[in-house]
């Protein structure tokens, strides 16, 4: 039916890493169907197929989405510091202009070994909130080709979306936060300042 849910962390990562590089906007791929020489068959890479109730969001636009959520505003860097299991993560900060940072970081790990990343955010600075949202494979299955959800809810065909944004526990006396990231997903953490 659809690209693996890995497809929606290439995506989210892509988006990202372009937009920190200046690009004004991407295009994706989308509709029901391609071309492939003479024929024409099913588009895997597309953002959403139609459907009867409107149209089945893939994980392109699962990333689509995501990326919506944490990218409003000035990208900032951001590094991934003391890493000792060496987990394949990526991280990217934006800064609204009333202040608030919103990271998102990608665990790209997958696979049998693959691990949760214990994330510490330690932000230039003072934030005395949070909230994160995940994005996230059932099961943390990195070939799932369904069953994706942001905010523990799947985008439904006429386009609703029920996601919630969970609170982070408050900083700690050096003003830093820690989110858990598990494998297989991303998370978009927005820090504010009351």
Known sequence: QSAAAMVSLWVLDYLHWWAAHGAAGINFHTGDHVAAADQLTPCYYAAFWTSPAGYSVHPVGYALKTFALGSHGQSIPTSVGDNPDRLNLTTYGVRASDGSLTVTIINKEHGSGAHAARV?????????????????????????????????????????WQGTWKELAEPDAKGNFTVEVPAASAAVVRLTAQ
């Open 120 to 160: 510490t955010l330690a932000p230039d600075r003072t934030y005395r909130q949070g909230k994160v949202i995940y994005l996230t494979a059932p099961h943390g299955d990195a070939a799932a080709t369904t069953g994706l959800t942001l905010g523990g809810a799947a985008i439904t065909d006429d386009a609703s």
